[in-house]
């Protein structure tokens, strides 16, 4: 299964050209589709196409030898801790149910840094 291989060797295959980010970040969004009903671990989730053309984005990147930063085409997903803009952040706490920050936290940004 294509989600129970580590990081590091699915950098190395995305790196290779034997795995898309659009494959991996597809895997990922229909196993978030299946099980968060059940689990409710992603709190708030980007649309499917936006997450996917941001893919596609990084899948031509890593093909055009553009690809940066050892996270390159790793899907990410951000703990409902740290402030998201525009997306729903509540910290996990019911009084923030509707709480969309207007700028990322420190460590968001470092995230999107160590993906571009």
């Not at 034997?18 to 969004?29: K, R």
């Not at 996270?71 to 990410?76: K, S, T, V, W, Y």
């Amino acid at each position: 299964d294509l989600l129970c291989e580590d990081g590091v060797t699915l950098r190395r295959r995305l790196a290779a050209g034997e795995l898309s980010s659009v494959q991996l970040v597809g895997a990922c969004l229909d196993r978030i589709e299946a099980l968060n009903p059940t689990y409710n671990a992603v709190v708030s989730l980007r649309a499917r196409d936006d997450i996917l053309a941001e893919a596609r984005r990084a899948d031509e990147a890593q093909a055009a030898g553009r690809a940066t930063g050892v996270l390159h085409g790793l899907p990410i997903a951000i703990k409902d801790l740290a402030a998201t803009a525009g997306l729903r952040t509540t910290w996990g706490s019911p009084l923030y149910a509707g709480h969309v920050p207007a700028a990322d936290d420190l460590l968001v940004r470092g995230a999107a840094l160590a993906c571009a």
